[in-house]
């Protein structure tokens, strides 16, 4: 972490002697992502292009800029009868988000201050340096009167878009409120213990040696930290002990596999159909009894992507056949799957499809600004025709798990009713269906306990009867 970001309330963040980023060079950053990501990029492929003594500082203010921005952009509203141009807007909206917490990181003059140092280093007009500061000024004065002008708004008080909101309250008449508030929240860092290196016990023992406070999550292998730690902070993760995994994502390898794995020294042939960055392809061969007893064709249409489960796997020691195919487009890859595994259909397919990611907002609080309404559609035609194309390729007695992050019904339920009326051959086996994300309190977790916490999820067991 910079020094700015580790010196709440004082003033050092503004002295350019310390050691570290100053807070306006953050500002400055923090800004240009949050244009950059108006303008429809991804927070995370932005923070990729920040320099790196930047990147942890900006990271963690832009994250709590984007958990607020339906709130700063109606104050800015309120504030300035005509918006801004762009980088203005950006640097203003991006202040503002920071004033905005009961509690924030900087004390406000600090803030204000560095927000105009900020709008010199960032090309932006004398005028609209002055506008911003006058904004921000006229906020600290009538911060009551403003917040209380914007209360009414649904947009500035549940920091979703309408479009968002509408479909929860569609979706969940009764939960909604309580998604909204999850989403709002800070996930804590999950991690999975890879129990072909050692237990959970042995694993919280060194977390604890390590000094890095944690509690077992559900499941098997679940650990919760009390605060998120760089990775290399965590005791032998070059060495595949553990890897970072949402509780939920966690669900996927036990729920595909368990009652199938064979006993008898054959393996199981399974299908991970959209496996980047492989964090569940690692999990389903982290499940197998022996490497013998599971051969794992991992598929990913995306070469960049995929190249991502290769460093996954060769980190924890494990081995997949890595293939870069569109797997609806059965024709172009089966026949050399098939001809390279001596199979023709697949035990088990684990299908966790292209979607919304409306359930890991939590964790990736830009997706709901990014999402257009229209997208949902969209989605669910091309998981209905992953799950249409794949069907066939479950052998007899097979399974196939279905799985999203996402909250919303027409992807997960929805999808799964339909699939249902045009495969009526298919078992629906026991699974969790839609999971909630969870509103994570680390004081009520204290060691010992188990946590219970997990992003939102859907899953759905689809087993196919022997004829
Ligand atoms: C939800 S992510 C998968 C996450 C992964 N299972 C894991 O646990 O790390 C969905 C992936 O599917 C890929 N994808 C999208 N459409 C696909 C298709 N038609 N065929 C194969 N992969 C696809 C995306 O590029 C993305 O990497």
């Known amino acids: 972490m910079n020094q700015a970001s580790r010196k709440p309330h004082s003033s050092r963040a503004a002295d350019a002697s310390t050691q570290g980023p ?17 303008q429809g990029q991804s927070a995370r492929a932005v923070l990729a292009g920040v320099d790196a003594p930047l990147r942890a500082g900006v990271q963690a203010l832009l994250m709590d800029v984007l958990r607020v921005l339906g709130t700063a952009e109606a ?18 909206c991006t202040a503002l988000a920071l004033l905005l917490p009961d509690t924030p990181r900087y004390d406000g003059f600090t803030l204000v201050n560095q927000a105009v140092e900020a709008a010199k280093k960032r090309s932006v007009t004398r005028s609209q340096s002055n506008f911003i500061n006058g904004c921000l000024r006229t906020f600290l004065r009538e911060r009551d009167d403003l917040l209380g002008a914007v209360a009414a708004d649904p947009i500035a008080k549940y920091n979703h878009p309408q479009w968002w909101l ?35 016990p042995q694993y919280l023992s060194l977390l604890e040696q390590a000094g890095v406070a944690a509690v077992a999550g559900s499941g098997e292998v679940g650990i919760i930290l009390a605060k998120a ?12 002990w553990v890897s970072v995994q949402d509780s939920a994502a966690q669900m996927a390898a036990p729920l595909l596999l368990s009652g199938l794995l064979p006993c008898d020294g054959a393996t199981l042939h399974v299908l991970d159909a959209c496996a980047a960055p492989g964090g569940k392809t690692a999990h389903l061969l982290e499940f197998a009894p022996t490497p013998k007893s599971l051969d794992v064709v991992a598929l990913e249409i995306d070469a960049k992507r995929a190249e991502r489960i290769d460093g996954t796997l060769q980190r924890l020691g494990l081995a997949a056949d890595v293939v870069v ?23 088990a397919i684990l299908l966790d499809a292209p979607c919304s990611a409306s ?3 939590r964790r990736q609080p830009d997706v709901r600004w990014l999402r257009r309404s229209g997208d949902i ?30 909250v919303f019904r027409e992807e997960g339920e929805d999808q799964i009713v339909r699939f ?25 977790n204290s060691p010992g306990t188990l946590a219970q916490d997990h992003d939102g999820f859907y899953y759905a067991l689809l087993h196919k009867p022997l004829r």
């Open 377 to 406: 559609a969209q989605l669910a035609t091309i998981q209905r025709q992953l799950l249409d194309a794949l069907w066939p390729l479950v052998a007899p007695g097979g399974r196939l798990l279905y799985c999203t992050c996402s």
């Open 166 to 200: 509408d479909r929860l309250k569609k979706d969940y008449p009764r939960d909604w409120q309580a998604i909204v508030a999850a989403n709002n929240s800070q996930a804590p860092m999950a991690l999975r213990v890879n129990l072909q290196r050692c237990s959970r």
């Open 420 to 444: 249902l009326q045009t495969w009526p051959e298919a078992k629906r086996l026991a699974a969790p269906g839609h999971l909630l994300p969870q509103h994570w309190n680390a004081v009520d």
């Open 22 to 38: 100053s807070l306006a060079e953050q500002l400055v950053a923090v800004a240009r992502a949050l244009q950059d990501v108006r």
């Open 75 to 92: 104050v800015r509203t309120e504030l300035a009868a005509r918006k801004p141009a762009a980088a203005a807007d950006a640097l203003l």
């Open 359 to 361: 359930g890991i907002v």
């Open 325 to 347: 195919a569109s797997a609806d487009d059965v024709k172009t890859w089966l026949p050399v799957v098939q001809a390279r595994h001596g199979v023709q259909q697949f035990d």
């Open 229 to 240: 730690v760089p990775v290399e902070y965590l005791p032998h993760f070059a060495d595949g």
